[in-house]
């Protein structure tokens, strides 16, 4: 069974640009949520997905939006960046039993510069 | 206040001690924890979970609930080089959100 697969691992973008990142769920997994990671703030929750719908929403500004496929994969979207925007940006792909389990990706590392 | 709070470490022990990792969280509806364990360069992967408050055994980890004092420990025996790693404590609310600690750096020295 193939894990979580997220594209790019590695980005590096200028202010004021913006990134799009994408996020393949584990086979069958329908939610998808995206986090954000930085070593001051540790794990952020940015946004969960559930069958195409955003079922739960972190405390991120508006310039960070995503959105899930019929097939469940899902993007992150950040419009104009910022320097504070670098990150890793893990996604997670889980059932939604009362055993949930995340099963996260390695991430993609986003640089700002 | 932050709904789960982790001291970020690092914490430095030597080989074959026992580790302590412990949690505080503010939220008493909270009643699913779990522990999830990150080397560099990679994502999360559970450790364990655990639904109430007492004591849950897995070989060299046992992680401990407290719901009266909303206080959750992760302890590593016999710890080794191996387990240096980040760990990180979740709780789930209701909605079958994880709310996550910042996560202990832990560094276990040869």
């Known amino acids: 069974k193939a894990g979580v697969t997220q594209t790019p691992r590695y980005l590096i973008k200028t202010r004021g640009q913006q990134v799009t990142l994408s996020c393949s769920p584990i086979s069958g997994h329908r939610s998808v949520s995206w986090y954000q990671q930085t070593p001051g703030q540790g794990l952020q929750f940015l946004f969960e997905?559930?069958?195409?719908?955003?079922?739960n929403k972190g405390n991120f500004p508006g310039r960070f939006s995503g959105r899930q496929f019929s097939n469940s994969r899902s993007e992150m979207n950040v419009s104009t960046l910022e320097l504070g925007d670098s990150a890793l940006y893990l996604c997670?792909?889980?059932?939604?039993?009362?055993?949930?389990?995340?099963?996260f990706g390695q991430g993609t590392r986003l640089t700002v510069v | 206040q932050k709904e789960v709070e982790q001291d970020p470490g690092p914490l430095s022990v030597p080989e074959g001690a026992i580790v302590s990792l412990n949690c505080t969280y503010s939220?008493?509806?909270?009643?699913?924890f779990m522990w999830y364990r990150q080397y560099s360069r990679k994502g999360p992967e559970l450790l364990m979970y655990?639904?109430s408050s007492g004591n849950k055994e897995d070989g060299r980890f046992t992680a401990q609930v407290d719901k009266s004092s909303k206080y959750i420990s992760l302890f590593i025996r016999d710890s080794q080089p191996s387990d240096s790693a980040t760990y990180l404590c979740i709780a789930r609310d209701s909605n079958y959100q994880l709310i996550w600690g910042a996560g202990t750096k832990l560094i276990i020295k040869p």
């Open positions: 997670a792909s889980s059932g939604r039993g009362t055993n949930t389990e995340a099963f």
């Open positions: 997905y559930f069958s195409e719908t955003q079922r």
């Open positions: 655990t639904y």
């Open positions: 939220n008493s509806a909270f009643q699913y």
